[in-house]
């Protein structure tokens, strides 16, 4: 496998249901990040790692749990989810921390809530 | 807030015409990077412009990187059905912790 990897790449739940995003990073980077993409809103960072160590965390509702086990596994675990929480999640790694490094993103999860 | 306008959202036009997406904001920018995204699959990174007036080429797209560093263009000559896709800009800041992107131009080539 090369570069970023993302399973599953569709989910379907309902919203008393608890799944679990996964992505994994093949290239040796150091940061980590969950973005949500939906209809016809810019790109919504929702968390950044950093070595394993939460940097940020963009004001998101607690049913969505992020995990950093490793610089190379990003979790994101959903809980109790709400319709409007369909989206595209993508998964994007770096070389760095940072804005002024390129990001690297995975096919991304499409999430559909019932 | 840094926003980043890009315009036109949507754009679709033929095989073999060309065609020019902006990418602006107020704030300066010490990197404009341009990604492009294809349906069911996360953002490619295209090219990213560092300097002011900056001029990248890849194939048939030619990227440009305003003085200010605070608006940049893609240029596509002669588009191709396989140049269709959500075109995405973002401006990062040395310092910053995240990118800010655009709101993507989506463009359709038809054959």
């Known amino acids: 496998e090369t570069g970023v990897t993302q399973t599953p790449r569709h989910l379907v739940m309902g919203m008393t249901n608890k799944k679990s995003l996964k992505c994994e990073q093949h290239?040796?980077?150091?940061?980590m990040y969950w973005y949500k993409q939906s209809a016809k809103k810019p790109l919504e960072l929702m968390f950044v790692?950093?070595?394993?160590?939460?940097?940020e965390n963009n004001s998101v509702p607690s049913r969505f749990s992020p995990e950093c086990p490793n610089s190379s596994h990003l979790f994101l675990h959903l809980h109790t989810l709400q319709p409007e929480d369909s989206a595209l999640y993508l998964c994007?790694?770096?070389?760095?921390?940072?804005?002024?490094?390129?990001?690297?993103f995975g096919p991304g999860t499409r999430l559909t809530v019932t | 807030t840094q926003l980043l306008e890009q315009s036109p959202q949507f754009l679709s036009i033929q095989e073999g015409e060309n065609l020019t997406v902006y990418c602006n904001s107020s704030?300066?920018?010490?990197?404009l990077q341009w990604y492009r995204q294809e349906p069911g699959e996360g953002p490619v990174l295209l090219v990213t412009?560092?300097?002011?007036?900056e001029v990248k080429k890849l194939k048939r797209l030619t990227f440009q990187f305003g003085d200010a560093r605070k608006d940049s263009s893609l240029h596509i000559t002669a588009a191709q059905p396989g140049d269709t896709g959500l075109y995405l800009c973002?401006?990062?800041?040395?310092?910053?912790?995240?990118?800010?992107f655009g709101q993507g131009t989506r463009l359709t080539i038809n054959p």
């Open positions: 704030s300066v920018f010490s990197s």
């Open positions: 290239l040796g980077h150091n940061a």
């Open positions: 973002a401006g990062g800041k040395w310092g910053a912790q995240k990118l800010v």
């Open positions: 790692y950093s070595l394993e160590e939460r940097v």
């Open positions: 412009v560092v300097t002011g007036g």
């Open positions: 994007a790694s770096s070389p760095s921390r940072g804005a002024g490094y390129e990001q690297y």
